[in-house]
């Protein structure tokens, strides 16, 4: 299997979740018409630091990125596009088959490793953490989307990490875990930190109010 790549400086796509983007370069509009006149398949990778030398050639990647597929678009007037993209699944990056103007290679699917386990107990943890987020910062982080019902646990896992304020290291991290179970519990344990440090905040100062930032 191959796609084009849409490189970008962060993490922005989790499988089972939806991003929306402008397009705007010649080269990546050139690349949604292509793909829009195919299979509507376009992977998001991960450029790595100092790609600012070489942005417009062929900057480097992380190896792991995630496909998408296209859910729908708008073509504006000044021949730039919005899509919304859907995520389907991780994939590893192969062999760059093009490079000019936009990069196509081969991916490798990375499935996750327990996407079949029975999640309940790590389902009912993650919401009531969440929970008390929103009851702590409500203005600041809006996980309105996230706390309803999800068909899958990876759906509710991957919002949290899409959704969070983590540093991109962390949530490419994040990205590069196969388990299922693992991803779960990295952001369990970077929730609770953050709790930790509300609530000795609030010991301090009962009148307090920090804005949650996990980084």
Request: hydrophobic share 40%; with cysteine.
């Amino acid at each position: 299997m191959h796609a084009p790549i849409f490189p970008l400086p962060t993490v922005n796509l989790f499988p089972e979740t939806t991003a929306s983007y402008h397009i705007f370069e010649p080269r990546y509009v050139e690349m949604i018409e292509s793909v829009l006149e195919g299979d509507g398949l376009l992977a998001m990778g991960v450029l790595k630091p100092g790609y600012e030398e070489d942005y417009y050639g062929t900057p480097e990647i992380f190896p792991v990125g995630c496909l998408g597929k296209i859910q729908s678009y708008e073509k504006l007037e000044n021949g730039k596009y919005n899509i919304v993209l859907e995520g389907l699944f991780r994939v590893g990056f192969g062999e760059i088959v093009k490079d000019n103007p936009f990069r196509v290679a081969e991916l490798i699917e990375l499935p996750e490793s327990d996407s079949e386990s029975d999640f309940v107990d790590e389902r009912e943890d993650l919401l009531l953490r969440l929970n008390y987020l929103v009851e702590q910062s409500p203005d600041t982080l809006d996980f309105s989307p996230i706390l309803g019902e999800h068909e899958s646990f990876i759906a509710l896992v991957n919002l949290v990490a899409r959704t969070l304020p983590l540093k991109n290291d962390e949530q490419y991290a994040l990205l590069s875990m196969d388990s299922v179970r693992e991803r779960a519990n990295r952001i369990l344990w970077l929730i609770d930190d953050q709790i930790e440090t509300i609530e000795l905040l609030k010991r301090v100062d009962p009148k307090i109010t920090d804005d949650i930032t996990l980084n």
